[in-house]
């Protein structure tokens, strides 16, 4: 294919100190699928080289809800950096067992994860993701402000009860269900989603699913 398309390359968050790293890039694709039931990617994801891997989305609004499902559903010991980069996706090989692609898509998706890694490094050791569009019309200050609260907010979230729902609301599933799988009142539910940030994030993305961006 060779089409406008979001490219994301996932990279596990300290993968060289993990006890088992086999273990952690099983979980990583276990939880894709998950999303994957919900917001489904024109390629999903694959493993590449090492600790890396990579998935299409076409759009800004279905890669951001995605990866951000997959933040909230990872393992307490998993974490990942994304890199998404909006752009061509170009196959130049499609064999049987392998997939071989190149274009600005991938660029730019290999620029912004670089980016993200240097900001954490730097001032930012929340942050985990990254956007670069084709020009500053793509809206890359909006998304990455968006990415920058995200990143913040989920890292804030060292309650797995806060992230289970976030996740839900996500979802789009009423506090009353997630009140009864968790054995809480939906006013408690509703109250953790207040405090972790969780309601706020989820109105966040559909805000900017509404907005004028790829």
């Not at 049987?96 to 620029?111: F, M, V």
């Not at 670069?132 to 309650?159: C, F, K, W, Y």
Request: glycine fraction near 8%; charge should be negative; include cysteine.
């Amino acid at each position: 294919m060779t089409d406008l398309f979001l490219a994301v390359v996932v990279d596990i968050v300290g993968s060289r100190r993990l006890d088992d790293r086999t273990r952690a890039q099983r979980a990583i694709q276990d939880v894709f699928l998950q999303v994957e039931a919900t917001w489904p990617a024109e390629q999903p994801l694959r493993p590449t080289v090492g600790d890396e891997f990579q998935v299409v989305y076409a759009d800004v609004a279905t890669a951001l809800r995605a990866t951000t499902l997959a933040r909230l559903l990872f393992p307490a010991e998993v974490d990942c950096r994304f890199g998404l980069g909006w752009g061509e996706v170009t196959d130049i090989d499609a064999g049987q067992d392998a997939i071989i692609q190149d274009g600005s898509a991938w660029w730019r998706a290999r620029a912004a994860i670089d980016e993200a890694h240097r900001r954490e490094d730097k001032r930012q050791p929340y942050l985990r993701s990254w956007f670069e569009g084709e020009s500053p019309q793509d809206g890359d200050a909006i998304v990455n402000a968006l990415l920058t609260l995200r990143d913040h907010t989920i890292d804030q979230m060292r309650n797995p009860r806060q992230r289970q729902l976030a996740a839900g609301a996500l979802l789009g599933r009423s506090q009353e269900s997630m009140a009864a799988d968790v054995g809480i009142s939906q006013s408690a539910v509703s109250q953790n989603l207040q405090r972790s940030g969780g309601a706020a994030l989820v109105s966040a993305l559909d805000l900017l699913a509404g907005a004028p961006i790829r």
